[in-house]
């Protein structure tokens, strides 16, 4: 075999590695960029769960502030509108009460108001307080108060005793009566037993209470319809 044969034997090969290291690189190539595709599409796919777990998170937060306020919204629109129902109600009942200081002003129905309240009495002897300037009033119709209670009960005429010493406050004066520590009373008695274990307030501004409590119910849904 002569040089020339040598050479291109030489040249062939050197072709043959070159092409073989050409297919490789290229190979090498079409891999590394079928990872990377791969790999990117991974990183921009988690990235994209990120993303949506973040804003999911957000939206969960803006949902439950929204809840919230919602709620504290109502809750303060139910607490104002519970004290507008009472104003309501209180209103009503200061009216009442201011009307009770004119009672006392007809004398002939007071007097028999006072006879009636004086009758409910339940002990055979009691002590009776009343207001001051009703104690005139409540001497004269004493006795008739009395018998009236024995006729009632079927039994004997009980033993009543006017306080002389300790009286029940005065009616309301126009100059206190926004003061909630002034006492006062817009009339009536307060009955005792002797040993001062039972005790029946029969005073208008006791009455009053009671039945508003009793009533209250049917004032609300009169006045508000609930």
């Known amino acids: 075999m ?10 062939q090969m050197v072709r043959f590695i070159r092409q073989e ?3 490789k690189a290229n190979e090498i190539s079409i891999s590394s960029e079928e990872e990377f595709n791969i790999e990117k599409l991974q990183l921009v796919e988690g990235e994209k769960r990120k993303i949506k777990q973040e804003y999911d998170r957000k939206l969960k937060q803006v949902d439950i502030r929204k809840r919230i306020e919602y709620s504290t919204q109502l809750n303060a629109s139910r607490l104002k509108y519970l004290q507008a129902q009472d104003d309501v109600v209180n209103c009503m009942k200061e009216t009442a009460a201011k ?3 004119r009672v006392s002003s007809d004398k002939n129905a007071y007097k028999k108001l006072l006879r009636g309240l004086i009758v409910q009495l339940k002990e055979p002897s009691v002590l009776l307080r009343c207001r001051e300037m009703d104690k005139k009033t409540v001497e004269s119709i004493i006795e ?7 006729d009632k009960a079927k ?3 009980p033993k009543v ?5 300790v009286f029940l406050p005065p009616p309301p004066n126009p100059k206190t009566a926004s003061d909630s520590h002034h006492l006062s009373c817009s009339g009536g008695v307060v009955l005792a037993s002797q040993d001062g ?5 029969n005073t208008l501004d006791a009455r009053l209470d009671v039945a508003f409590r009793q009533k209250l119910p049917q004032i609300r849904k009169h006045l508000l319809g609930t």
């Open 144 to 150: 008739e108060a009395k018998r009236e209670y024995a």
């Open 155 to 157: 039994v004997q005429v």
């Open 2 to 11: 002569n040089d020339s044969d040598v050479s291109q034997q030489i040249q």
């Open 197 to 201: 274990k039972i005790v029946c307030e």
């Open 99 to 101: 009307e009770l200081i």
């Open 21 to 23: 290291a050409e297919e």
């Open 161 to 165: 005793t006017i306080d002389a010493k």
